[in-house]
Every structure is written in structure tokens, then in C-alpha cells.
């Protein structure tokens, strides 16, 4: 298949961008990720720096991949960019390729951008304070299984960045509300519960995502399909937060 | 962030907005009702508005409902306004750069009006409130002193009536997508199974509160209803 | 897997195996002396441990604020051991090639993670995971270290379930097990199939709050390119910002490597694209001895190649063996039909007719070794790629019809999905296609008891290291060494070599360390600098092709000489015609993955020259000249029960072979049969 692709390039993150376009020559059975690897290729050969662009396992689980296929997340399907597959597309399409859009995530390069602002939200209370070698017997404390499947749903996020890409506010709550729900449900992380919502989302609003106003994009965007539930989840428990001092 | 305190996040705004907002729609709604008493000739709408005056009395004195509730609105539109434009800045610092191509996958139209469709309910408030409370300007020239006589000789001036129902169906669109919302900021909605209530119920109240306030305008306009 | 049978037997070794043996390998290595493992104590094993917690030195809690570690990679074993130090009080710094430390290759693990908790009550214990561990191994292993890995297993998941990881429970709230990798208790931990990934964001929420309480500072988009030995001693890395490219130099007391496996030396395999041998390669080449290199896991049931295109293959749990059955067409000339058309008798149920008494559950290398025979012959399914099918069908027509679509679904429904989103067929009506892929790399970087290497304060943790698997790693154990190592081996080891400490400065200007920058400068401006015309990964699939065909499922002397001639010439090629494009001053992944194929080009040709040593088969290491009459891998532990410690003698001179012997005190070796 022959396609047009339009690819955002930028050599770094002081320099403006633009987008350029490129004719690539694809099979159906080729992932997102290795039709661009043809394209990258083909650059090489003609003396033109390949398109730059992030991804490790390929395989839909460690969040590193991640663009904005004609202006939808990670493309048309429910998936990771690198598990899309070429044959969701058409023979002559044309594919605009961009990287995440947030001030919280600077480009870096071309499509990749910088997600550090995630690990600081994680930093800012995304755990359960114990020191190696403190813990009690892993049965100790029996989990009832709802709530343990209620962390499990959310505790599958992969931090991809996708819920910031497609949010019209260019807000985290999603990702935030997914951390703050898998360990909220537990028993081991009550102690911590409180303080943990308001930190974290003040650390969300310090890096610069935007507030969540409901609009629901991320949600359709998360290929790990996190529920609006743990936004939900997210504002009872800051609510509450709130109400006992935090 | 260590020390940050909860009332000053992201999230408290929302909750502020949510609970002003739901004062908006319970007067909204009582205001909606008490319109619908021009169906009931003009003596029924004037003993009305006048009764808005009287209530509570002597417990408080004459229009002392109508001033708190003045006051809580004035307070709650602020609070709501101020909250809007905040997050509005936020969200606009947030993503500076704009994409080439943006699909609006999941979103409802009503949620992408949220703003703009507040600033229209903003205006139409000024112009309203000149119109019939504070200014109390009849446009087709009558008096002003009767209040039905006035709302009944405004509609009749049909660009007045697609103001008013142009606003309607804003205020339709930030009401069906504010109520569920409200609902989903103040956490209520955890489960697939409440989030579905709460958007029909949301539908639902829009759509009754917007074609409740229409139905006057209408009726006028097509002559049913008449001084 | 499931209910695959036990597959010892004590059947004696064979009788005509020649008591002296050609040493293939001669010309390729110079012999050295013999190395020993002088950490281990001795005395009864279930004391081992203990003791050598007891003798290890303590460093004193005030100057611990003094002594720095730098922890290379962030998978379980690094994150674990970075957040468990920071914890101690040590000056921690982290580094990780990814943009976050969350995306260690770590957590892609599915399956599962084994602990002898005795949960289940079915009769495991230490002794018994120790057992099946040693025994999975193929006798490769050591004694002390195994049984030191089965014992802290159950601290794991103490661990792990105090930090949040949603472990797989029963409806009673309690924790539930499932049996893996051939062995007969229950005593593997999940999360659905995402182990890895739960685990690892335990480890890594402890690392970011340490990075949040300053004990740990977190180095993401920075990939060690040298390591700076000092006097002997290990005290720094050198690290190339990858995102400005600027060559930075990092000095710490104690160095350790946690940076995985180097499974990518071949290219495809399940490995993540930045999986890489160059933190250990460096290293080795600094003065670390490289063990066991050859000793590679080859996992039968991935997803087939479908083109030239391919860059990564994806694993399908091998639970897909227990009901569907494996086959490949008679005749060549219906390899192109449809498979629904195929006739029965027409089709080759191979493993079944092979191994009847275990069919399609005989153990992960043969069941792989028997699909690339099948595809060699020419009755391989699915694309050509490169004038070669390279696959086998997966059949569930039976399992479907015997337990009906819904039964099927609710055993594998998330598989046939996972399969029908990366193949776009549909599983339930067509047959699956597998193919063998490269998985698990058991060779890596020699340490002692004490997970330190032969440079002294260079330790190396998870599966960067060669310590605990032997010949052949069971499902489940690598996530649990990896987070042994990191949460509870490695914080009680390295105390006793930062007693030491804190060692003396390093001037910037030392010549060590001026030497290693220069190095790394040089190297670099090789690359960019560079007229050539070919790009990198044209070199990285080439060595992976050759790497695939001779040093692969089946080795043979021949293949294995003719493969490192092979290297050798792409070597020399690649470094006069390697095209890197860009600038080095900026983010420019051409460059990162020159440095990396570089490295896999000398670990290529030390990983054949091994396994030309070896000729025996063991484990994942199947010697075409060592086998029984039936073809089944034969294991001579007169000649090679010993790790094979290769140390580094410079580029123009041949290995130095370090042998350690392998004295099983507890266990009687013995040999498997499958038939
Ligand atoms: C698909 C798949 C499924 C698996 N399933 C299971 C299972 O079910 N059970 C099981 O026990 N095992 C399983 N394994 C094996 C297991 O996942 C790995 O062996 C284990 O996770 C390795 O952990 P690690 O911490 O040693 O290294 P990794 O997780 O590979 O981490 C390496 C770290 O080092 C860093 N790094 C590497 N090189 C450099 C460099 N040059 N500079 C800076 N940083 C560097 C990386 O950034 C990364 O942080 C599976 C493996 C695969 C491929
Ligand atoms: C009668 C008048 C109004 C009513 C009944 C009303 C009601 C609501 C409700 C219930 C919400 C949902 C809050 C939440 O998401 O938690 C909301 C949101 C919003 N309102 Fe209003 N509102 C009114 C007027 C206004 C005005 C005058 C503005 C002016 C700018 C405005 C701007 C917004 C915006 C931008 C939002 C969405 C942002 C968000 O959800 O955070 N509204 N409104
Ligand atoms: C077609 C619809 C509407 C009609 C016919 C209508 C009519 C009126 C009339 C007649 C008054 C004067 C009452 C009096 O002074 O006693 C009034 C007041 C008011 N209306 Fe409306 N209204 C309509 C819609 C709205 C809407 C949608 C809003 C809000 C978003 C609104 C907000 C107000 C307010 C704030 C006042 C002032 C109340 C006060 O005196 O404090 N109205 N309206
Ligand atoms: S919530 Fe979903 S979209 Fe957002 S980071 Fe997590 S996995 Fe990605
Ligand atoms: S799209 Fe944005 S507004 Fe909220 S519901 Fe999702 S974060
Ligand atoms: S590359 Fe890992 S999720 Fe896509």
C-alpha cells in the first residue's frame, strides 16, 4: 500500500517545528511502528535524518510509544501505537502523524516527547511507604476481591500519556485517578490515602496539566482502557481530603 | 507536591464550580416553573411575582427572599465565572501548541460548549436582567410596571423571542453535560452502571428546563399567549 | 506450562560417549586458570545465607550518607535494588535508557513469579523449589546460589503485596497460585498476564519515593556507554545524555548493573528494541569475565515473522500447548493452501509422532528445536520471508470442538485477541501460526555469592548477571532472581565492600578516566563521522540472521566456525561503512543503536566461541554433536560441568577461558528423557 505520511519534525526543543511530508510503501500485516521503521530506512539511504520517535517492548505494555495519528491517540483502534496495524489503514491514505500536544510534555525530538512530569506525580505520593524487609506476611491482610479488582482495572495503566494527549484541557486526571484509585482500594495503602490524592494533585497542577472537566476524550483514548470511574473516585477522595484537613 | 493543601488544587475549582452550578439550576429551575404561570393568565403571573416578595414574611421583610437569593446567585456566579476563567487559562497554558488534526473521539458536543456556551448564558444574563429586572426595557415601547404585560409584549417582537430561545438551547447543552459533570466532581458517579444515570437524568433536566423556558416565548410569538 | 509431566529420569549417561574430547574450540581462546567462587561458605546449605549475612561487614549508618552507588537499569532487579539502598541510607543514582524508569524491559513478563510460600499446602518448600530450580537448570548451576534465590522468594511477595502489586486473589481475599513451567506445585504468584509490569511499578513506586526523600537520584534518557576502573576498582560510569548528547561522568563508590539481558544480539527476539549488552559488554571488556554467553532460551510458541519488515516478536504464554495441537502439512506443496483444506492425513501431527508419550508438551527447546527442523525441510507455513516459511500451525479445531468455543475463550480468550490484533486472523476458525523466538539470556556477566564480578566493587543483578539458571531458566524464576537479587541479596553483599569506603576522590583529570572519555569521544565521532553506506540496522539484522542460524536452536561445530568468520567480516565492514546520519549533540537514536550493534558484534562472536567450546547439549545449549540415537540432547557432565568464565583480552586477541567447577554437594545430577 502507498501512503502520504505528514510528520511533525523538530530538531529539539528550543527549535520550532514544522510538519513535512513523505511517500512510504507499506504492507498490511506491518505495525505502525515498522511501517515508520521503512520510512526510516528509506531516509537513511537518501541522506536524510530519520524521524525520531519513542518506543521499547512493541508489544503494548511499557507506555513508551505513543503518537497522534490523524488527530486520535495511538490511531483509530484501542490499542498502543506499536500494536496498530497497518491494515487499519487504506492503499493511498494519508496519515498526519504529531507528537503528544502539552506543555507538561516538552517535544524532545520530532515525535518524541518528555514524560517526566508523570514520574513526579508518582514521586509526589504514587507509593505505599514500606522499606524493604518491613512487610508482614503476604496473607496477613486478605484483599476482598472486588476491591482487589477494582486496583487491579486501574492499576493496568501504562503511563503512556495518551488520556494528556487527547484531553481538550491537556489534563492527567486520568492518569492521576488511575494511581490514586489502585491504591486507594487496597488496605495497604489507607494509611497514606489522604495526603497521597492532595499531593499528587498538586503536583499535577504544579507540572501544568490542565483541570479535568469531564469531556471523557482520554477515556476513549486509553489503550488500557481505564474507566472515568477513578476520576470519580479521584474527586471523592480529595473531597474528602479536604474535608479532614488535608 | 508535599504540602500542598486540597483547597487550592485543580479539583477543589471543579467542586466549587459543581455546587454553584447546581444553585444555578435550582433557581433555573423554580424560575422555569414560575414562568410557566403566564399560561395562567396575568393575574396568576403577577400574584406570583409578587409572592416571590412576600414570602417569609414577616419573618423577612418584603423581597428579603428575593435579596438572598440576589445575593447567593451574585456570590455563585462569581465563584462559577472566576472558576471557568481559571480553569479556561489553564487549560488554554496547558496545551499551547495545537494540533495539526483533532479528533473529538468521546466527547459530546455539549461538553466542547462548555465555555463558550457560558459566556453566551453570561451576556444573556446582562441582557436579560436589563431587560426585565433591572433596566426593564419594553422594546416594543409599552410599560414596563406589569410584569406580564412586559414579558408578553417583548415576545412579541419575534428577534427578541430567538435571542431568548437561542440561549435556551445553550443553556440546554451546558446543563446536559454541567449536571453530569456536577455529578462525576463531587465523585457521586464511580460505577459505568451511575455514570449512565446521571447522563440521562442530566438529558432529562436539560431538556425540560430549556423547553419549559421556550414554551413561554413561543406561545407568545404564536399568539396563544396575549395580554 | 500447565501439567507438563517431570521429565527426569535417572537414564545413564551414554555409554559410547569418547572419554576425551576434541577441544572444538582450540585457536579460538587461550586457557586460563581456573576461577572459584570464594564468597559462598560452606557448611550446611540452609545456613549459607545466614552466615554470610552475619560475616558481611556492616557500614556504618552515619557514613552511609557518604557512600555512593550508582545502579545501572531500573528493571525489577535494578529499581528494587536502587529504592532498597536509598532506603539504607546510601547516595543512590539510577540510571535507564527509557524515558521513565517504569518502562524496564521488566515489564513485559507475563507469566508469572514463583515463590515457595506453601500457600497452596501441596507439599513445596525452599528445598523443593531449590530442586526443580537446579534441576531446570540442567545442573548448571550453583548450589548455594539457587538455594539462596528459593529461600528469599517468600520475602518477595511479603514485600510486593505491602507495596500495592495486585497479585491474582481468591474470592476469600487471599492470595491465589497457579502452576508454571513443568513443575508439579502450585507456587506461582500473577497478575493476570501482567506480572512483570505489576511488580515493576512496585519497585518503581519505591524508587520515586525515594527519589522524593533525595536518597536516589533518578538519570532517565541516559545510557551507560563505559565503565571507569580506578586501581582496580570500580568508580564510575560514563553516560551519554541521549537527549543532548552530551558524554557526562559519573563517580561513585560501588557500581552495580542491572541492565538485562543482550537477547537482542539476535536481532528479533522478545526482547525490547533497547535491550543491549552494552553496560555489561563494557564492562567485560573492562576486566568483568563474561559466563556462560552461549546459554540462550528459546521460547516455541511467538508470534511468526511475517516480512523483512519485522522488528521485534511477540511471546504467546506456551499454556496455548496444553490444548492446541501442533502440526505442519505432509507435502510440501499444501504448505500454501489453506489449512482448513488440508486433510487429515495429509497433515504431520510431528510432536506427537516424535515424542508420543508427551506430544505437544514436550519441553520449550525441543519443541522448538522439532519446529525449525519442520521449516528447514521445507514444510513451514505462513509467509515466506526470505525464501523460508518459518512457521508451524497451533491448532484448536480439536480443543473446540471437544470443549467448545466458550471453554476456549475463558482459558485463552486475552491470547486469540492478542493474536488476531497482531496477525489479523481470526484464531477460532484458522489455525495459529508459532515460530520459536530468542527470550531469555542465561549467560551474563560472572559474579560470586556476593553478586560482585571480578573487578572488585563492580556488582551486576537480574538477568545482566549469569548467576542462578543454570543451562535453562524455569517459567517464572527470572522476575523472582531479579528482585532477590535487588530487594535482599545485593543491599547484604555490597555492605560488606562499602565497610571499605568511602574510597578517594577520582580527579576529573585521572588517567583512567580521561582514557575511558576519550574513548567514548572517539568512538562517537567514528560513527558520525563516517562515509559509509549502510545504515545500522541492515548490520544488526544481518548479525541476527547469522546469529539465528548457527548459534541458535542447534549448534554445530561447522556453523558455529562458520559464523564467526561471518562476525568477523561484518564487523570489519560495519565499522568502515556504517552510515550515521544527525548530529551527536542531540537526540539521535541512529547513534544510540550504532554503539549498541557494536557491542553485539563482539558479544556474537564470544557467544559461538562458546558455545564451539561447549560441545555438549545441556539446557538451551543444543549441540547437533552431542546427542543420543533418538536425536535427544546429550549432557557430558565429566567434561563440562563447569561455568565458562571468558575474560576479555583485548580486540586482537583470542578470550581467555576461566573455568569454574561445579561441585553439586546436594543434589545427584541427572539426565532428562522425554520420550
Ligand atoms: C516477553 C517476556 C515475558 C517474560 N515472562 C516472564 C515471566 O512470566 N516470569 C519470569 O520470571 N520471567 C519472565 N521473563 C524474563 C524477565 O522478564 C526478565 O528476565 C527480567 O525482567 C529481567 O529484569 P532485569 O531487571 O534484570 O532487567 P530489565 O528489566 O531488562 O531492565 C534493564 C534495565 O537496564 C537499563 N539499561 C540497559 N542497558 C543500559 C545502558 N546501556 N545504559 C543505561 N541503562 C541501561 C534499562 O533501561 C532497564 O531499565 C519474560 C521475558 C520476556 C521477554
Ligand atoms: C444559569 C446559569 C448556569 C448554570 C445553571 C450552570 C451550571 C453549570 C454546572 C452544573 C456545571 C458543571 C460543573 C462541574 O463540572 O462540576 C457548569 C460548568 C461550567 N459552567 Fe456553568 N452554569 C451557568 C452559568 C455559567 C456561566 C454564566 C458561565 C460563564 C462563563 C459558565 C461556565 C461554565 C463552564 C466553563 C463550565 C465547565 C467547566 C467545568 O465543568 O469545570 N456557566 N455549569
Ligand atoms: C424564556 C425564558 C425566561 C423568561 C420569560 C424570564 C423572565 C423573567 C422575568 C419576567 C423576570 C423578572 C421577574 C421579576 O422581576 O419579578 C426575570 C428575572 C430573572 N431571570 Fe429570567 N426569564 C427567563 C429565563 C431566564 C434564564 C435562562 C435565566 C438564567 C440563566 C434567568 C435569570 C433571571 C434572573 C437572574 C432574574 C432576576 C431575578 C431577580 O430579580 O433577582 N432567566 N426573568
Ligand atoms: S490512563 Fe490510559 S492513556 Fe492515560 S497514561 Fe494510563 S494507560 Fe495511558
Ligand atoms: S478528556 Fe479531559 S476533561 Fe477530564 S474526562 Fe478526560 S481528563
Ligand atoms: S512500545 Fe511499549 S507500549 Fe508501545
Redesign the interface.
Known sequence: MKLTL?I?RQASTASAGE?KTYQVEASPDMSFLEMLDVLNEELNEKGEEPVAFDSDCREGICGMCGL?I???PHGPERTTTCQLHMRSFADGDTI?I?PW????FPVLKDLCVDRGAFDRIIQ??GYISVNTGAAPDAHATPVPKDNADRAFDAATCIGCGACVA?C????ATLFLGAKVTHLGELPQGQAERWSRV??M??????E??????????????CPKEI???V?????????T??RKG? | ???????????????LMAVSGLLFLAFVALHMYGNLKAFAGHDAYNEYAHHLRTFAEPMLPFGGLLFVTRVVLVLSLVVHVGCAVA?WR??Q????????????????YA??L?RWGGVTILLFIVWHLLNFTIGKVNVSGGPTSDPYDLVVDSFQVWWLTLIYLAAMLMLGAHLH?GI??AL?????????RS?RLAKQAAFTIALVISVGFSLVPVFVLAGVIDK | MTDMPDTTTTAPESATAPAEFADDAAGYYTPGDPIRDTKAPSGPLDERWNTRQFEARIANPANRRRLSVIVVGTGLAGASAAATLGEAGYVVKSFCYQDSPRRAHSIAAQGGINAAKNYKGDGDSVYRLFYDTIKGGDYRSRESNVYRLAQVSTNIIDQCVAQGVPFAREYGGLLDNRSFGGVQVSRTFYARGQTGQQLLIGAYQALERQV?AGTVRCYTRHEMVELIVVDGRARGIIVRDMVTGEIETYFADVVVLASGGYGNVFFLSTNAMGCNVTATWRAHRKGAYMANPCFTQIHPTCIPVTGHHQSKLTLMSESLRNDGRIWVPKKKADCTKDPRDIAEEDRDYYLERIYPAFGNLVPRDIASRQAKNMCDEGRGVGPEVEGVRRGVYLDFADAIERLGREAIEEKYGNLFDMYARITGEDPYSVPMRIYPAVHYVMGGLWVDYDLQTTIPGLFVIGEANFSDHGANRLGASALMQGLADGYFVLSNTIRDYLADGPFDRIADDDPAVVEAQTAVQSRIDHFMSNTGTRSVDSYHRELGNIMWEYCGMERTEDGLRKAIDLIRTLRDDFWRNVKVLGSAESLNQSLERAGRVADFLELGELMCIDALNRRESCGGHFRAESQTEEGEALRRDEQYSYVAAWEWAGPDDPPVLHKEDLVYEFVEMKARSYK
Open positions: 505528514n511533525w510538519m497522534m490523524n488527530g486520535e498526519t504529531e500536544r502539552s506543555t507538561a509526589s505520593g487527547a481538550p484541557n491537556g489534563s492532595v499531593d494533585v498538586g503536583q499535577h497542577d504544579h501544568g496539566f490542565g483541570g479535568c472537566t469531564n469531556i471523557g476524550e482520554c477515556v476513549a483514548a474507566p472515568l470511574d476520576i470519580s473516585q479521584l474527586n471523592s477522595d480529595l473531597r481530603a479536604i488535608h | 507536591m508535599k504540602g500542598t493543601r486540597g483547597v487550592r488544587t485543580t479539583i477543589a475549582l471543579k467542586i480553569l489553564r487549560a497554558a496547558a496545551r499551547t501548541v495545537p494540533y495539526v488534526v483533532k479528533k473529538h473521539t468521546g466527547a459530546t461538553s466542547r462548555m453535560h453530569w459533570s462525576q466532581t463531587l465523585g457521586l458517579t464511580p460505577h459505568a455514570r | 522524593a
